[in-house]
C-alpha cells in the first residue's frame, strides 16, 4: 500500500524553459511540485507551502540563490528546509548551508534524483535527534516504516 501523501517541493528558477523540464521531472517522480521565476514568488508560495524541499537555480550571482535560501529559511515551518543548488559547470560553488547539496548543470537526471531522495530524507534523520515534528511526508513514512 502506497501513501497518497507526497513530498512538498519548490523549483525556483528564473529560466521558463528550465523550470518546466524541472518540474516535469521532479512530478514523474511522485513528487508534489511547485514553481517560481523569482526568489519574491518563491517567498509568497513559501508562506502557504508545507515544504519538504526546495530546488534552486543558483543564478549568475550566488548569493541571490543563498539569500533565496535564507529568506525562506525564516519562515518558522521551513527553518530546516532542505536545498538543492544548481549551478552551471564553469561557476565556482560557494559554501552551502547545513542540509544544501550541489549539482552541475547540465544535469544528469540520475544525480538528481538520488540528490533529491536524500535530501528528503535529510530532516527525518534532523527532527528525530532533536524530538522536533518532521514535515507531513516524512511523518506519514515514518508511521509506515
Keep these: 500500500m502506497t ?15 528550465t523550470l518546466m523540464g524541472l518540474s516535469a ?4 517522480q ?14 509568497r508560495a513559501a508562506k502557504d507551502l508545507a515544504l519538504d524541499l526546495v530546488v534552486i537555480d543558483g543564478w549568475a550571482d550566488e548569493r541571490l540563490g543563498l539569500a533565496t535560501l535564507e ?14 543548488f ?9 559554501t552551502l548551508p547545513l542540509s ?8 544528469d537526471l540520475g544525480a538528481l534524483n538520488t540528490i533529491v531522495q536524500r535530501a528528503l530524507w535529510l530532516p ?17 513514512r515514518s508511521v509506515r516504516i
Design 3 to 17: 501513501s497518497s501523501i507526497q513530498p512538498v517541493v519548490l523549483v525556483i528558477d528564473p529560466d521558463a524553459l
Design 25 to 28: 521531472t521532479l512530478h514523474h
Design 30 to 43: 511522485g513528487l508534489e511540485v511547485h514553481s517560481a521565476r523569482t526568489a519574491l514568488a518563491a517567498s
Design 71 to 84: 529568506t525562506l529559511r525564516e519562515l518558522p515551518h521551513l527553518v530546516d528546509l532542505p536545498a538543492v
Design 86 to 94: 544548481l549551478w552551471e559547470a564553469q561557476h565556482p560553488k560557494p
Design 100 to 107: 544544501a547539496f550541489s549539482l552541475s548543470k547540465p544535469l
Design 124 to 140: 527525518n534523520l534532523t527532527h528525530q535527534s532533536m524530538n522536533i515534528p518532521s514535515c507531513k511526508f516524512l511523518k506519514e
